[in-house]
């Protein structure tokens, strides 16, 4: 089981940027793929992108493409989410997934593929 715990959330301005961090423990973390997703009120949680255990390789959604970067620092086991020219549709809880067991595939992942999960921070965007 992988502990998560999510910073960096806030309110901001339409067009402004953001970085999120999740700090990992409780298991080897360079070994798992980790992702972000999140949930508007009223809606489903999706999926927004994910990184490979080394760290070179990375997926996103569509509707994040080009704005966001999700990264990592295995050595300070955490992971984080570059958010640039935030929209208010990108408003929402952000949560941090853990994946031990699933091998790599560049494909939206979905919710039930994660064990571990942080307790989530939300962002807020202002038009």
């Known amino acids: 089981q992988v502990q998560l715990v999510e910073s960096g959330g806030g309110l901001v301005q339409a067009g402004d940027s953001l970085r999120l961090s999740c700090a990992a423990s409780?298991?080897?973390?360079?070994?798992?793929?980790m992702a972000w997703f999140r949930q508007a009120p009223g809606k489903e949680r999706e999926f927004v992108a994910q990184i490979s255990w080394s760290g070179s390789s990375t997926y996103y959604a569509d509707s994040v493409k080009g704005r966001f970067t999700i990264s990592r620092d295995n050595a300070k086991n955490t992971v984080y989410l570059q958010m640039n020219t935030l929209k208010p549709e990108d408003t929402a809880v952000y949560y941090c997934?853990?994946?031990?067991?699933?091998?790599?595939?560049?494909?939206?992942?979905?919710?039930?593929?994660?064990?571990?999960w942080g307790q989530g921070t939300q962002v807020t965007v202002s038009s």
């Open positions: 409780g298991r080897t973390f360079s070994r798992i793929t």
């Open positions: 997934a853990a994946d031990a067991y699933r091998s790599w595939a560049a494909v939206a992942r979905t919710t039930a593929d994660f064990g571990s």
